[in-house]
Each structure stands twice: as structure tokens, then as C-alpha cells.
């Protein structure tokens, strides 16, 4: 049976046992109608050697070894080689169940209409699994579902007007037509460092209606209390701002409604506790607290971080999310450094007891 299904992988400096468990998930497969593309994006380690030995034992892989551009330019590498009319992708720290493949052509087969597959996930820590789920049953997204999925990039997933715990704005749990993709030339970002799956997403589910859900749990995400997105970054900033120039760039393309707008001004203010917490208040960061009020004074008074303030609505924000931006508008930094502190604190805490 020919290959119905591309899975792209981008890999730099991934452990050499995660990436095994990876790839040998895949080697598992109870069905052989899919192609696995490893893009090596010149990757210092022995990365680039496993890819090697893997396509030689399995000519169901390949590999691209290339210098060194980020995760944005290497999955947009394994899209232009993408030559069959679906593709997914899989981050190399984590794996997938032996029925995913077969599961996604059984459901293709019966809805062949539809453009973008969302299945489940489970979240994978030390010891401990916890198994996320979006609906009671699996079925073709309704004019609701449809209508909170487009949005949820531009802030968060909502269902029943409440936050829901749920990533829809991951690529790595779902399953896109390619001609969706590459008739709208649609790639990833090379300026994003960070959040590129949310910005693809931003405007791929722009370019559909078509959507079906998978009650089954088919990926395994690795939560890596020290991975990239908990390590200081001077430039938490500027990637969150790359971001932003996309969200409104989409919003303008598509001339989305208003409803997109409070959502991104929503989205605007909130993304400022990653920068707090990756920059600003981050233990290594050895500016003086008054320099740090300065900065942030700075970043408060510019475009688009003064617009949001003004006009993000409440029912935009979770409870949590409320008491940050309300000490934000007025300028608590003391107390915003002790909230963004002591969450990381409780969360460090979670994280420890799921490991026992």
C-alpha cells in the first residue's frame, strides 16, 4: 500500500534514549502506509548518526541533514519533501502508540472530506501519566466546536465559556491535508524560536471548516521540567513579539472579526508572565530590580502591549489571569514578581509529587 501519511520530525540535541524511544514507536506501527522524514538540523551530538542508522534498518525513513536554522526552517524542510496527502509531525522527545498510523487511515477512510484530524494526548512524567481528553465522543467538529478551535490560538481554548486544559494549538496531535498546507503556502516562521506550532495553527484553521475529533490517546508528550521553555532567554521577549506581528497579520488577511481582536489583546497581556518569568524576574537574570521596573515600564508604554492594556476584556481572562493583569495595570511589580515566583514554586512542587 502506498504511503498516505508523511511524519516530520525535527531533531537538535535530543537525548539519545528519547530519541531512540521515538523512533522505535514508529518502527512499531501496526501499518506501514506512512513515511518518516528526521530532518538533522545539524544537531552537534550523535543525533544525526541515529537518524542514519534508522534509515538503514527501515526503508520507511529518511533523513535531511542540514546546518543548523531552528525548529521553524527544519519542519518547513520536511514539508517541501512531503509527497504523500497528509502529514503530521512529532516532536523528538516524544513517542506515539503503535495503532497511530492505522487509527488515522481508518478514520481518514470513513471521513474523507475533512482537512484536519484532532486526536488525544498523554501528558508523561516521571512515573506518572496523565491522559488529556477533549470530548465525550469522537465526531466531526459542530458550528461551536468549529468556531472555539479557529479562535483558541489567539488566546486559549473556551468551552462552555470557561478555559478548557486542552492543547488544540499543538501540531503534534493532529493530522492536516497537505494541499491545505502547501496550496496556501502556508510554513512555519523561521523568526519564531518558540510558539510556532500556535502561529501555524493561527492561520492553517483559518483555511477550514472541516475538522474531526479522535477520542484516543495516540501521542505521548514528555514533560521535561528543564527543557528550552523553562530556561532563562533574554529574547523571551522579542519571540513573543514575533508572534504578535503574525496574529495580526492574520487577522488582517483574513479579516477576522472582532471577537479575534480581544482575543489577541487578551493573549498580548498574559504572554508578559512568560516574560517575567523567562527574563525579567528569572533568577539568572543580574539587572537590579530597578533597572528591571524600567524595562518593564518601557515595554507597558509601547505598541501593542498599551493597546491590550486598555482594551482587554475580562471574559477574555481565566481567574488567574485576571489578578496578574490587574497588578500589571497598575504597575505591582513587587507583587507581580512574587505571583510569577511562587507559581513556579507550586508548580516545581506538582511536578516532584507526579514523579513519586
Known amino acids: ?197 500556535v502561529i501555524f495553527n493561527a492561520e492553517c484553521l483559518q483555511l477550514t471548516t472541516k475538522f474531526y475529533y479522535i477520542k484516543k490517546a495516540l501521542y505521548h508528550y514528555r514533560y521535561l521540567q528543564s527543557s528550552v521553555t523553562n530556561r532563562y532567554n533574554t529574547k523571551a521577549q522579542y519571540y513573543n513579539e514575533v508572534a504578535f506581528e503574525n496574529y495580526e497579520r492574520i487577522i488582517k488577511k483574513y479579516n477576522l472579526p472582532d471577537r479575534y481582536w480581544e482575543a489577541y489583546y487578551a493573549r498580548v497581556v498574559t504572554r508578559l508572565y512568560s516574560c517575567m518569568r523567562l527574563y525579567y524576574f528569572h533568577p539568572e537574570n543580574s539587572k537590579d530590580k530597578a533597572t528591571v521596573k524600567s524595562e518593564i515600564d518601557a515595554t507597558l508604554n509601547k505598541y501593542p502591549y498599551n493597546e491590550a492594556l486598555l482594551k482587554v476584556k475580562k471574559e477574555n481572562l481565566s481567574a488567574t489571569q485576571r489578578i496578574f493583569v490587574y497588578f500589571l495595570k497598575h504597575r505591582q511589580y513587587e507583587i507581580l514578581r512574587f505571583l510569577v515566583n511562587g507559581r513556579q514554586i507550586l508548580k516545581k512542587i506538582k511536578g516532584n509529587k507526579l514523579k513519586k
Not at 527501515?58 to 504523500?84: E, K, L, M, P, W
Not at 497528509?86 to 481518514?108: A, G, H, M, N, R
Open 1 to 197: 500500500m502506498r504511503p498516505f501519511l508523511s511524519i516530520v520530525i525535527p531533531i537538535y540535541k535530543i537525548k539519545e534514549e528519547y530519541l531512540r524511544v521515538c523512533f522505535d514507536s514508529l518502527i512499531a506501527q501496526d501499518m506501514d502506509a506512512f513515511r518518516v522524514i528526521a530532518v538533522d538540523d545539524g544537531s552537534p551530538d550523535n543525533c544525526g548518526k541515529i537518524c542514519d542508522e534508522y534509515v538503514a534498518r527501515d526503508n520507511r525513513f529518511s533523513v535531511i541533514h542540514q546546518a543548523n536554522a531552528g525548529v521553524s526552517v527544519a519542519r518547513n524542510s520536511g514539508i517541501d519533501s512531503v509527497d504523500t496527502e497528509w502529514i503530521t509531525f512529532i516532536d523528538p522527545d516524544d513517542w506515539v502508540e503503535k495503532d497511530l498510523v492505522s487509527t488515522l487511515y481508518q478514520t481518514l477512510i470513513e471521513h474523507p472530506d475533512i482537512d484536519v484530524f484532532q486526536f488525544d494526548y498523554c501528558q508523561e512524567f516521571d512515573g506518572h501519566t496523565v491522559v488529556k481528553q477533549l470530548m465525550d465522543k469522537s465526531g466531526e467538529f459542530n458550528e461551536e466546536w468549529i468556531r472555539n478551535f479557529q479562535i483558541a490560538p489567539f488566546n486559549f481554548l473556551v468551552v462552555d465559556g470557561k478555559p478548557y486544559e486542552y492543547e488544540t494549538n499543538t501540531i503534534w496531535n493532529k493530522m492536516y491535508r497537505v494541499s491545505l498546507i502547501k496550496n496556501n503556502e502556508l510554513y512555519f516562521d523561521p523568526k519564531a524560536r518558540k510558539g510556532q506550532d
